[in-house]
Each structure stands twice: as C-alpha cells, then as structure tokens.
C-alpha cells in the first residue's frame, strides 16, 4: 500500500500532534544497519517520519527498531512500516511494542503539544 495523503480516508482513533524530532531507525530489525529520518507527526499508536530519499529503504510490513533521539522526549521500541510514500519520501510506523512506562511518558508528552 502506498499512502496517498491527497485521497486520505484517514480515521484513526488517536489524533496526531506535530513533531519535529529526530528518530533512528534499524532495518532490517535488529542489525547495525539504521536511517536517520525526522519525525513529523506522532500519536500514542504511531508516527509519520520523513526519510528523506525517495527510495524507501524500507518496505511496508517491514519491522524496525526505533529510537526518537531527543533530550527531552528519549523514546524506544519495535514498530511495523505500515504505508510508504516515495513522492513524499515518507514513511508511517504503527507501535508494536513499547514498555507500559514508555506508553506513560508519550500520553503525558503528547498533552503537552499543541
């Protein structure tokens, strides 16, 4: 599936907040390789990040190990690519596992963006 932001039927139950920071991503899970990419937007079920190339290194249904790099707001757990964009060289990773603190920590940093 490649994600069509102009034709979106988006429904998601959990609302996104804008979200600049800086994400590592592992792909393919667990090796050395990673993509550094920013984050656009994010939600307690996923974000949207900007890898930046229009050739995806990554493929829908892909599993990755995240890390979201910021001081502020550390972040880390697994997630599945769930649609790609090459025109706008971005990709969107549901939460697959994230430690209950984790969950914690990202509903009460969500509540504080606007």
């Known amino acids: 599936m490649v994600y069509d932001s102009l034709h979106s039927t988006d429904k998601r139950e959990n609302p996104r907040k804008n979200f600049g920071?800086?994400?590592?991503?592992n792909h393919p899970l667990d090796t050395p390789s990673?993509?550094?990419?920013?984050?656009?937007?994010?939600?307690?079920?996923?974000?949207?990040?900007?890898?930046?190339?229009?050739?995806?290194?990554?493929q829908k249904g892909d599993e990755v190990r995240f890390i979201i790099a910021e001081d502020y707001f550390p972040l880390e757990g697994k997630g599945e690519i769930i649609w790609i964009s090459p025109a706008e060289a971005a990709v969107g990773i549901k939460f697959n596992q994230l430690a209950e603190k984790t969950i914690s920590s990202?509903?009460?940093?969500?509540?504080l963006l606007t």
């Open 34 to 58: 990673i993509i550094s990419a920013r984050i656009q937007n994010i939600s307690v079920a996923g974000i949207r990040v900007k890898i930046g190339i229009p050739a995806s290194p990554v």
């Open 21 to 25: 920071g800086r994400i590592i991503i």
């Open 106 to 111: 990202l509903e009460q940093f969500l509540r």
